[in-house]
């Protein structure tokens, strides 16, 4: 892996989240857009060389809505920037951790992206990204 790609905060609304955001890091989001597959509508922001990735449910079935219903606004995962997304989900399964979707998909701010089972992420939800080429 070679850094953390960006944090991901789940939030009720978009709108207003980002203007906390914008207040405190004293910038606008960099790019909003809605990943239809995920039912979500995101706005990211940077902080030097970081990224915070503000996500917003756009459907009762959303994955965010779920965890905002379980347990409420907060930080919903941890993206790491990887260089090959295929070998890392391999590596990361021979090492025994819970791969919750073993075939890349396309998320967010141009990247391929999967994610690992919290259960086995001392109950932290990790994306594995990968710019799309």
């Known amino acids: 892996m070679k850094k953390i ?7 009720n609304n978009l709108e207003a989240s980002s203007i906390i955001y914008e207040k405190l890091l004293g910038s606008p989001a960099y790019k909003e857009e809605a990943v239809f597959s995920e ?15 503000l996500l917003e449910a ?12 379980k347990k409420g606004e907060g930080i919903h ?26 075939i890349p998909k396309k998320g967010a701010d141009n990247k391929l992206v999967a994610f690992l089972h919290p259960k086995s ?3 932290v939800l990790i994306e ?6």
């Not at 039912?39 to 990735?53: D, L, M, R, S, W």
């Not at 594995?128 to 080429?133: D, I, S």
């Open 77 to 102: 995962h941890i993206a790491f920037e990887v260089e090959d997304i295929i070998m890392e989900i391999a590596r990361l399964k021979k090492e025994g951790f819970v791969i919750l979707n073993e």
């Open 39 to 53: 039912g979500v509508k995101t706005a990211f922001f940077k902080n030097g060389p970081n990224k915070i990735e």
């Open 5 to 11: 790609e960006h944090i991901g905060i789940a939030v």
């Open 121 to 123: 992420t001392n109950g």
């Open 128 to 133: 594995l990204c990968q710019e799309m080429g």
């Open 58 to 69: 756009t459907t009762l079935e959303s994955p965010i809505a779920k965890f905002i219903a």
